[in-house]
DNA sequence: GTGAAAGCGCTAACAC
DNA sequence: GTGTTAGCGCTTTCAC
């Protein structure tokens, strides 16, 4: 626990009423300049810091944001995690965190981030069920879905415009004269994942192909790894992976396996750009995503909803740019 | 805001006070079976969650744990936070989250986490200052340096034995037969850093020999990049670096320049094994460090002061392993 | 501009 | 076992 100190010893000791130290510390409020310093000095002196829990008992606000995430150790996450809390502590917003392990467990998350009173949720893990979404609407407090869509709900979202990058990544597969192209999903079930398939199997459709090879990697490298295998076994002049980890894992499996050279019989093209897809070694070809756009636009748009409750729920959609590099 | 139901609501619908709904959500006092039956059934049926901030006005627990980290972005920071989260999880504890871009901003920061009221302070990031220190020692707020230690306080300290990985790191090189030898550092000044470098030196020592060139690389690739141009210029045949980033850094450098083969004509060491480091294209002979357990230790001496104010600071040494791969 | 009083939602003594 | 009472530390009308 904190400051013992509490405002009443502060107006005793600056000899004002409690209400005169509250208005100190309550910004907009009129004290008078005299009153203010005395206030200031006593508050100083003894160490006192408003307690901000008592605060938000009556104000109604707490000033913290619950964000529900998975996977921490994803750096494409991780990135997301940071720009975040930049443009939330820009705000005056803390994060309150629950990391999910277990997809299925971010509803008990989210109710439990309710009951510390925060003043919005960021979910950027998991599903949400309609139940937790129904809890968060009857607790007025606006939800957006980072990187994810919500089921069927009236929740905000913020995440790329995956189904427009997919189909660029396959546009430029085709371009570089890539005809036996095979595709790696991550999670399908995942809206992030679906969009992803949906666009990628669009842009192949524009030159009249389809996949010759399909496989899902659970996006992290060892799956990746896995699902490799089962690709290659295709002999594919192109292939598109739904993240830079399984992008990584296939041009180590085909070095593993020899013979086959990356891009001149392979082309390999990954999403997120994370920081390793540049690694002189790797030298992906990827879809970038723009972590701190998509976290600038999630933290405002809460902040809107926080304002004004009664907004309705917006999509926003960040654009993805391909950076080539060697491998595509 | 959150459930704006209340417990006076739900014992108005249950027949009862609201001391019996206050005691069916306290554990370990006594109700009824009926009561909590009649209660569970109407705070079920009106969405009541009790209000965890009014609670700790109370309680004086918050149950919510400020954690102040520098770059989540660096991937053993991002494994550190989530094995953090998962170990305050598990003894019921929410993470309140602020990441200091600058390290200069950590006393602020822990402030700013006092007046939300929680119950202990992580802080793997930065310096803190001595007045900041006061300050939580005044509000009795336990504090944790994680994987950094305090200038001169009485915070307890968890950190990786970095003194003995680093010697150890050294004895390595000198066991395959390196002798022209360079180190390359993290960020002078802090705990971890110096530690490493003092063991580091001292590891060399035992064979009669110094480091034939040292540089900075700030822990990051980039900056790992620049040093390696400056540490290679000396021709060494074994290189150890304050992290895997910078490790990797100098694999590309040493690669981009030709002519020199790792490990044959120079062994790298890195330090973390961050998942990067066991990518193939790396390989990466690195020093070990334990995150879960760390944040494992950190989390159990966090609970173990909050619960037992009086006790004693203590700083507990995690031990490192050296995991061999081809770069050494 | 300032103080007195009321109350945010909850738990903890205390009687019964 | 249960209800009544008294605050936790704060902001906010409301008179002055």
Redesign the pocket.
């Known amino acids: 626990m904190s400051?013992?100190v509490?405002?009443?010893e502060?107006?005793r000791a600056a000899?004002?009423?409690?209400?005169?130290?509250?208005?100190v510390?309550?910004p907009g409020?009129?004290?008078?300049p005299?009153?203010?310093q005395r206030v200031e000095a006593s508050a100083a002196r003894l160490g006192?810091?408003?307690?901000a829990l008592?605060?938000t008992?009556?104000?109604?606000r707490s000033r913290i944001i619950g964000v529900v995430m998975a996977a921490i150790d994803n750096p494409f996450h991780a990135q997301l995690l940071q720009c975040l809390d930049a443009a939330l502590q820009q705000r005056g917003l803390a994060i309150l965190l629950r990391s999910a392990m277990r997809p299925e467990l971010t509803d008990e998350l989210i109710l439990h981030l309710l009951s510390y009173q925060v003043d919005g949720v960021i979910v950027a893990s998991g599903l949400v069920s309609s139940s937790a979404a129904k809890a968060c609407v009857a607790a007025s407090t606006p939800v957006v879905m980072l990187d994810r869509l919500m089921r069927a709900s009236r929740a905000s979202a913020v995440g790329s415009d995956n189904r427009a990058a997919a189909r660029m990544a396959a546009e430029h597969l085709l371009a570089i004269g890539r005809r036996r192209i095979a595709f790696m999903s991550g999670t399908p079930g995942i809206s992030t994942s679906d969009d992803r398939a949906r666009g990628f199997l669009e842009g192949l459709a524009t030159a009249g192909l389809k996949p010759i090879a399909v496989a899902s990697g659970g996006y992290d490298y060892a799956g990746g790894r896995l699902a490799a295998q089962s690709l290659l076994a295709h002999a594919p002049d192109g292939i598109f992976c739904e993240n830079d980890l399984m992008a990584m894992a296939v041009i180590d499996a085909v070095r593993s396996a020899g013979g086959v050279r990356v891009p001149e019989d392979l082309a390999v093209i990954g999403f997120d750009n994370i920081p390793a897809a540049a690694l002189p070694a790797y030298a992906l070809t990827t879809v970038a995503q723009d972590a701190q756009e998509m976290a600038e636009a999630a933290a405002a748009l809460l902040e809107a909803r926080i304002a004004e409750p009664g907004r309705k729920a917006t999509r926003r959609l960040i654009p993805c740019t391909l950076v080539r590099r060697q491998s595509a």
Not at 29 to 32: D, L, N
Not at 48 to 51: D, I, L
Not at 57 to 60: D, E
């Open positions: 400051s013992r509490t405002a009443a502060v107006a000899g004002v009423s409690r209400s005169a130290v509250s208005r510390f309550t409020t009129s004290v008078s005299a009153t203010r006192y810091r408003p307690n008592a605060r008992l009556i104000t109604r």
